[in-house]
């Protein structure tokens, strides 16, 4: 079993350079999110989906894009790195049922110089 | 979307209860109570989530105050493997979004 699955773990990006951090999860899960954790802060939601084919913005989603093409992945991509997206990404998924937890992956360390 | 507030900081003693508290007033009656925390290095993972009523699991229990403004994470024995940020979560389950937004959370320093 193997839960929500990032990759990669860490990356080292120049600016203005684009990638696509990814995210899978095997449990079947309608909803998958994405968020950013700055050092000594909390997690700041970028995107998030309900579903294959529906996303939507969250807290700081300038920047970044996504998309929900399978129930099972939910990559994130930044279009054109800068040095204020450096941080460590997390992706989470649960269900969205009453009474839910939500499973969050290892995180991705991102650096852009 | 509603917003909960916890202390930044709290030390404890190894082998002792800990009462990790937060304040959520504007909680509306449809908010659902979460408490995930965040091991060094690591995602975050769930520990107890309620409603209305008192809940207890495997890992710790969640005490609600009758007028849901605030509520308790109890860890009834602190080991040092409990040192973690702490964060205290509503979650609306009737909005459609089903987002959970972060606070800063409670670091919890476990002391041997």
């Known amino acids: 079993n193997a839960g929500v699955t990032q990759t990669p773990k860490f990356q080292v990006l120049k600016t203005g350079q684009s990638m696509t951090l990814q995210c899978a999860q095997d449990?079947?899960?309608?909803?998958m999110s994405w968020y950013r954790q700055d050092p000594g802060m909390g997690l700041r939601l970028i995107h998030y989906?309900?579903?294959?084919?529906?996303?939507d913005q969250g807290e700081v989603p300038n920047g970044y894009n996504v998309s929900r093409s399978t129930t099972e992945d939910f990559p994130l991509r930044l279009l054109s790195a800068a040095p204020s997206q450096t941080s460590v990404y997390f992706c989470?998924?649960?269900?969205?049922?009453?009474?839910?937890?939500?499973?969050f992956g290892q995180g991705t360390r991102l650096t852009v110089v | 979307d509603a917003k909960t507030t916890q202390p930044n900081s709290m030390e404890s003693n190894e082998e002792e209860p800990v009462h990790l508290p937060c304040n959520h007033s504007t909680i509306s009656g449809t908010d659902y109570i979460h408490w995930y925390r965040q091991l060094p290095s690591q995602g975050p993972e769930y520990v107890i989530h309620g409603l209305t009523s008192n809940v207890n699991n495997r890992m710790a229990s969640l005490a609600i105050a009758e007028d849901r403004k605030s509520s308790t994470l109890i860890l009834h024995r602190a080991t040092l493997r409990d040192a973690a940020v702490y964060y205290c979560?509503?979650?609306?389950?009737?909005?459609?979004?089903?987002?959970?937004?972060f606070g800063t959370g409670t670091r919890l320093k476990v002391l041997a």
């Open positions: 989906s309900v579903g294959a084919g529906i996303t």
């Open positions: 989470a998924s649960s269900f969205t049922g009453v009474n839910t937890e939500a499973f």
């Open positions: 979560i509503l979650r609306d389950l009737t909005s459609g979004t089903y987002k959970y937004i």
């Open positions: 449990m079947n899960h309608e909803y």
